[in-house]
């Protein structure tokens, strides 16, 4: 299937995309447009997709059922009117194009998402979509295409690079903070240029009517004047070319709506229009030739990749810098990264210019650790291909040894049983056909050294974050940014799904290994999926937020425990984000001189993070925290102490 794609790197990453893609359309929640029930597993070195079924798919063939897309990339495309207009209702929420795209009977076949992108009508009669997996448009950073030059400051930075697979798209985070900054552009454009001609008299008296776009409050005071002021000006033009009032719109007005909607590069030559077309540089879509905003599109989603390192990646380190985000473990900072749209590709430069910071030495710890334990992790995926039940636990501890291992030469043992599978299997010629997931009885595993392992994640982490990992052993590594093994054991872990006992490590005695067979418990899937949102909680809390903000701390209370009732009702008694509710309550409670009730609402808050976000994930170090404050303003004062000592073994371990 991914031949043109990247191969089996394009095949791992389709099912994280298409998840995205789900989520996206889940999150706009269209009456009449319906997902499939989606969640990525990544187990013992494979990635399987499960999806919920469509009514009656199984009873016909899948050619005749498909009424919208294409099944084989773009040589035969259909469409249908009822898809069209619920994509379209979709697409403008998602900032995606309708346009159209030329099959192999050389016809324009419009369409409002990606050619990928399949719609079934069920046997209940409803409209399912699925293959999302190229809702966004593609990250030119990370493609070579022919007769294309990025920006000046994308080549500084070494970009283009090729990746894995050619699957690489933007995130959602990302195309609304471009489109948010590019609305911005266009009225300060507008505005400026409209004060010039002094016409703010004239423009005052037209009717004002709301102009459909969502705006966003920006904080920014860029230009001279007020952005409500500009707002005011740019809508109450924008709105009498609408409405047809032309006597009173001199021409002047119109032109300087053009040269604002040239300035940002919209589509539209008369008003803001920012979408994008996610089919631009699909390799086998062939485009009309007639399609003279062609070449605009193409430029917004260059200018989009350009946004992410020149805006993006600076805002994100100020944002760590004025410790609006302090991140913790590799897990908060993937997080972090994630809230800006940038994706974990840029890892490497993040960690270049992280480097050059000294106030966030620790950021950059955090950064390092990740790139090389993720370059560890896509390394221990392709080991445990293919990989004997019979050797899974003597392989597992084997990698960790060369992994963290102080030990030179780790020897590991192969089971017997193997070598007696090998005779048994000589004898006997079978010609029928094997499955790709039947073990290989090979030994390879064995001659892993740490050496051959740290030069492969040394190229790994060249190749996939374009990032130069000095140390070529697990003790240059640790001494080079000052990290106990126990963090990176964790990490790892975490990330691979590997369990293992509870005992005292020894890592740094050079004749005995670290680990042994016994260690490995257990092996458990990494599931990805889609949490459901509570929205009129989360519309509750946030309001909440904003009243407390403005100084009503009375009103915001009852919102927030407005909020919490509501998440009771959807979630059940246990869920991360009523432990949030809880920790706000609380503080409030404290902030209010209620001190003893501050208290119960954080102890609840505590036991509900350690059940649910584990022992010694950040939140709950967090919540230790708090609850040390608020047992001391109940002058419990030892409880306070054992408290924040808890903390700071948890927060010195992560």
């Keep these: 299937h991914y031949k043109d794609l990247g191969g089996d790197a394009a095949a791992y990453v389709a099912p994280r995309n298409d998840l995205q893609g789900v989520k996206v359309y889940n999150a706009v929640d269209l009456e009449g447009l319906f997902t499939l029930g989606t969640v990525v597993l990544d187990y013992r070195g494979y990635r399987v997709t499960a999806q919920s079924i469509i009514p009656g798919i199984l009873e016909r063939e899948q050619e005749q059922s498909v009424v919208y897309g294409s099944i084989d990339f773009g040589k035969t495309v259909v469409t249908h009117a009822k898809y069209l207009d619920l994509l379209q209702k979709a697409g403008n929420q998602l900032k995606i194009l309708p346009h159209k795209v030329v099959n192999d009977k050389q016809e324009d076949v419009e369409l409002c ?58 995130r959602q985070e990302l195309i609304d903070a471009f489109v948010e900054s590019r609305y911005m552009m266009f009225i300060k454009y507008a505005a400026v240029q409209l004060q010039q001609l002094g016409l703010k008299k004239q423009m005052e008296p037209v009717k004002q009517i709301e102009v459909k776009k969502e705006k966003e409050e920006g904080a920014e005071k860029e230009s001279e004047m ?148 993720r370059s560890a992790k896509h390394l221990f995926t392709l080991f445990l291909q293919g990989m004997d039940m019979l050797s899974l636990s003597c392989s597992i501890s084997h990698f960790l040894n060369c992994l963290l291992s102080s030990c030179p030469t780790p020897s590991c043992t192969v089971p017997d049983q193997i070598h007696k599978k090998r005779s048994r299997n000589r004898s006997k010629k079978t010609t029928s056909k094997t499955s790709p997931l039947t073990p290989t009885d090979s030994v390879e595993w064995a001659n892993l050294s740490p050496k051959s392992l740290w030069a492969q994640i040394k190229t790994e982490a060249k190749s996939y974050f374009d990032w130069n990992l000095t140390a070529d052993s697990i003790d240059a590594f640790v001494e080079l940014i000052n990290l106990n093994k126990i963090t990176l054991l964790r990490s790892f872990c975490q990330k691979t799904g590997v369990q293992i006992m509870l005992r005292e490590y020894q890592f740094d005695n050079k004749t005995v290994q670290s680990f042994s067979e016994e260690d490995i418990v257990n092996m458990y899937p990494i599931v990805k999926h889609i949490n459901p949102r509570a929205t009129d909680a989360y519309n509750f809390y946030t309001t909440g937020q904003s009243k407390i903000q403005q100084g009503f701390l009375k009103d915001g209370y009852e919102l927030i425990s407005e ?64 609850l040390a404050l608020y047992c001391f303003a109940n002058t419990q004062v030892s409880t306070a102490l054992k408290l924040l000592y808890r903390a700071r073994y948890l927060a010195l371990l992560v």
């Design 226 to 373: 007020e952005e409500d002021e500009a707002k005011r000006i740019v809508e109450s033009m924008t709105d009498s070319i609408t409405s047809g009032e032309k006597k009173e719109v001199e021409d002047s007005t119109k032109q300087i709506v053009k040269k604002a909607a040239l300035a940002v590069g919209s589509l539209k030559e008369t008003e803001f229009d920012i979408r994008f077309n996610p089919d631009v540089f699909s390799p086998g879509v062939i485009h009309p030739k007639d399609n003279l905003n062609f070449k605009k599109e193409c430029q917004l989603v260059q200018d989009a990749a350009d946004f992410l390192i020149t805006v993006q990646i600076p805002a994100f380190i100020r944002d760590c810098l004025d410790h609006s985000t302090a991140p913790m473990d590799g897990a908060t900072l993937a997080d972090a990264i994630h809230n800006r749209g940038i994706n974990m590709r840029y890892l490497g430069k993040i960690t270049e210019m992280l480097g050059k910071v000294p106030q966030l030495e620790y950021v950059y710890v955090i950064a390092v650790s990740e790139v090389v334990m």
């Design 113 to 170: 998402s990606s050619v990928e992108c399949k719609g079934i009508i069920g046997n209940d009669g409803r409209h399912y979509i699925l293959d999302l997996l190229r809702t966004f448009p593609p990250d030119v950073n990370f493609l070579k295409i022919e007769g294309m030059e990025l920006s000046k400051e994308a080549q500084a930075l070494g970009f283009p690079i090729e990746h894995k697979h050619k699957l690489s798209c933007l």
């Design 563 to 626: 909020a919490l009732n509501l998440l009771n009702n959807v979630y059940g008694a246990m869920h991360p984000e009523i432990a949030q509710c809880l920790r706000m309550l609380a503080r409030l409670n404290y902030i209010m001189g209620d001190h003893m009730e501050a208290m119960s609402c954080q102890q609840k808050a505590v036991l509900m993070s350690e059940r649910v976000n584990g022992i010694d994930h950040p939140y709950t170090i967090t919540e230790y925290t708090h």
